[in-house]
Nanobody, 117 residues
């Protein structure tokens, strides 16, 4: 079992920055991939960025060069640094953890990010 708690969302002006954090507890050593997804009103949930325990990072084309995902194993956290934010980045952002051997995906409760002037 894994529990994920997101923090760091809020309201920011276009061009601004936010840093999202996801704190993990539970069977952390079993996690194979952690990621951030987002869901805007009326749209499907989509991948923002993924960071596997082994392997290369993966970003959505729409955020490449602006967002950076990182993992702090000592603090059991995964972070998403978001720069040069655009109104189209407005969404609820969800932290995600995948455990392959259990064929299980865990989700946090989500944190709202609003980019508006």
């Amino acid at each position: 079992q894994v529990t994920l708690v997101e923090s760091g969302g809020g309201l920011v002006q276009p061009g601004g920055s936010l840093r999202l954090s996801c704190t993990c507890s539970g069977s952390i050593r079993s996690i194979n991939v952690m990621g951030w997804y987002r869901q805007a009103p009326g749209k499907q949930r989509e991948l923002v960025a993924r960071i596997p325990t082994f392997g290369k990072l993966d970003y959505a084309d729409s955020v490449k060069g602006r967002f950076t995902i990182s993992r702090d194993n000592a603090k059991n956290m995964v972070n998403l640094q978001m720069n040069s934010l655009k109104p189209e980045d407005t969404a609820v952002y969800y932290c995600n953890a995948e455990i392959f051997r259990e064929s299980t995906v865990y989700w946090g409760q989500g944190t709202q990010v609003t980019v508006s002037s």
